[in-house]
């Protein structure tokens, strides 16, 4: 007895998705926009097929190992991953989803750009959003290397990081979070021993992703009688291969288990100074929003994928003889979904303009604050939408929904990460405060929202203007117990406002 339809598979995450071909065509010039409309669909056609079967026998199967000892008994450290990871990894690098965001496309002479990276990374997240963490660490070490380190330290690794064929690829890495904290990461303790022009480092990272498989990892650690607090940091080079580190374990994870994500000692390994020794934190935290915008990306792959999974699987399934995308509540949910996805994706993508102009020193003091806004909001808003949408697919899926022969449940245990790395929603919550209290952000965001809006959606602008500006005025216990709360109504503001505009 057929109970179910063949399931119509998607074939292309690209092609079949008008709406994100619609949104790049407005937000990129005409030649790199053919270029990208090119490469997407031979891309989003592999991340539908090859890349997304290779995915689900890394999460079932082929999860990284830890490779502790040699066949001498040697300690090595080393992870090894299956061959069809490898395969992702080599394919995803040469499309210059890291690469051209820095240096030029043979084809057109020119480089890419952060939205077109972005479109890469929102295809790729649909079908593997574990290994897009990977991606997102060597675009974070890339933005580093090019922007704060010194010409030989450029000169050395650069090209390896953003490689795409051309030469040997060294992933990234960002190794802040110590056993006695993530979010505060002023606490940190891995000290640095200066030795001649580089530095010896000593101590433990708690959470390394990407330990072992990186080339260089950008680390946080505290010079001798360097000040304590956030202040004291700062931020090294350090070559991976035949380094005095080794991974003490991996981590056993709910989800995105495509990453090693490691414990790792340094035990004098060899390390660069990168920048201005006092400025350690400040370069990481700008890394960092550049994470938590791919985090948001992340979570648009995921919301995509369960959206797709539960109209396709409501299209094949019947019950009492009636297709399920039959019924009203259905189709209710169904339209409930792709709205709010329509809606997000345009604002990230809104979101990401800014980032690109910023990126270009091109912006504002103004901007730069409410750049940093809206990716605190949209990060946070992004990551718990992927959690609902992936449960409202294991929902329309029933039964089926919860069982690891589907998509589904996979999609659920990735996207609950998303909410945690690169800042919890509390820790979101505390940057919202600070660019209220400290720059007047809240009046930033509101001229920015009737810019946008040119005249419409009059009085729900002015309903939040008075209610940041009554926030603003909040002691700062109340603050944080309004904050949340707060930051999801501007982000379904932000959103209504960019989608009415399109
Ligand atoms: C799979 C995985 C991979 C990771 N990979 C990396 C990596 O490669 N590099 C890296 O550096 N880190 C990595 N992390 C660490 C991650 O960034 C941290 O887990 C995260 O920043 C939270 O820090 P924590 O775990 O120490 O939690 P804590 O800081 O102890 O926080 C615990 C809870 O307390 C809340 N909290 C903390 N301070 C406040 C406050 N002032 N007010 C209100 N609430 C507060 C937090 O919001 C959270 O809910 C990874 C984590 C995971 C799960």
């Given at each position: 007895m057929k109970v179910l339809q063949e399931k119509i598979r998607q074939e292309n995450f690209y092609e079949e998705d008008e709406f994100l071909q619609r949104l790049l065509k407005q937000y990129m010039d005409t030649e790199l926009f053919s270029y990208a409309d090119k490469q997407l669909k031979n891309f989003g056609q592999r991340a539908a097929g090859p890349i997304d079967e290779r995915a689900r026998h890394t999460d079932r199967d082929g999860q990284?190992?830890?490779e502790q000892y040699n066949k001498f008994g040697e300690e090595v450290s080393r992870v090894w991953v299956n061959e069809g990871y490898r395969q992702t990894v080599k394919e995803t690098?040469?499309?210059?989803?890291?690469?051209?965001?820095?240096?030029?496309?043979p084809e057109i002479a020119r480089k890419g750009s952060y939205t077109y990276s972005f479109a890469q990374g929102y295809v790729l997240s649909q079908a593997e959003p574990g290994f897009y963490c990977p991606v997102t660490l060597t675009m974070a070490t890339a933005y580093l290397l090019d922007h704060y380190a010194d010409e030989d330290l450029k000169e050395a690794f650069l090209p390896h990081v953003l490689a795409t064929g051309d030469t040997e690829?060294?992933?990234?890495?960002?190794?802040?979070?110590?056993?006695?904290?993530?979010?505060?990461?002023?606490?940190?303790?891995?000290?640095?021993?200066?030795?001649?022009?580089?530095?010896?480092?000593?101590?433990?990272?708690?959470?390394?992703s990407n330990?072992?498989?990186?080339?260089?990892?950008?680390v946080l650690a505290r010079?001798?009688?360097?000040?304590?607090?956030?202040?004291g940091l700062s931020l090294f080079l350090v070559p991976w291969e035949g380094n005095n580190l080794r991974i003490r374990r991996l981590k056993d994870k709910l989800g995105v288990r495509a990453v090693p994500s490691a414990e790792v000692e340094f035990t004098g390994a060899k390390a660069y100074l990168v920048g201005e020794a006092d400025r350690g934190f400040y370069y990481m935290m700008e890394a960092l929003n550049l994470s938590r915008i791919c985090n948001a990306v992340a979570s648009l792959g995921i919301m995509r994928r369960s959206y797709t999974e539960a109209l396709h699987?409501?299209?094949?399934?019947?019950?009492?003889?009636?297709?399920?995308?039959?019924?009203?509540?259905?189709?209710?949910?169904?339209r409930e979904l792709r709205v709010k996805l329509e809606k997000e994706t345009t604002a990230v993508f809104d979101m990401i303009?800014?980032?690109?102009?910023?990126?270009?020193?091109?912006?504002?003091?103004?901007?730069?604050?409410l750049n940093r806004l809206l990716i605190a909001i949209m990060k946070k808003e992004s990551a718990e939408q992927s959690i609902d949408f992936a449960h409202e697919a294991i929902e329309m899926h029933g039964g089926n929904g919860y069982i690891e022969d589907f998509v589904t449940p996979r999609l659920l245990r990735d996207a609950q990460v998303l909410t945690v790395w690169e800042g919890t929603a509390n820790i979101l919550a505390l940057e919202l405060l600070r660019l209220?209290?400290?720059?007047?952000?809240?009046?930033?965001?509101?001229?920015?929202?009737?810019?946008?809006?040119?005249?419409?959606?009059?009085?729900?602008?002015?309903?939040?203007?008075?209610?940041?500006?009554?926030?603003?005025?909040?002691?700062?216990?109340?603050?944080?117990?309004?904050?949340?709360?707060?930051?999801?109504?501007?982000a379904w503001l932000y959103e209504d406002v960019v989608y009415e505009q399109l």
């Open positions: 990284p190992r830890l690098y040469e499309t210059g989803i890291v690469g051209y965001v820095h240096k030029d496309i690829l060294y992933e990234g890495a960002t190794f802040l979070t110590e056993r006695q904290g993530g979010s505060d990461v002023g606490a940190n303790v891995v000290e640095a021993v200066q030795d001649g022009d580089h530095y010896h480092l000593y101590g433990e990272k708690y959470f390394a330990a072992g498989m990186c080339g260089v990892a950008m010079m001798e009688d360097a000040p304590e607090g956030s202040r699987y409501a299209e094949g399934r019947n019950a009492f003889g009636r297709r399920l995308v039959d019924f009203p509540m259905i189709q209710q949910s169904l303009q800014l980032y690109e102009k910023v990126t270009e020193s091109e912006a504002t003091k103004e901007e730069e604050v209220v209290n400290k720059y007047e952000a809240h009046t930033l965001f509101v001229g920015m929202l009737r810019e946008k809006a040119e005249g419409s959606m009059k009085t729900q602008i002015d309903a939040m203007e008075e209610r940041l500006l009554n926030f603003s005025n909040l002691q700062q216990v109340e603050q944080e117990l309004e904050a949340k709360s707060l930051m999801k109504d501007m």
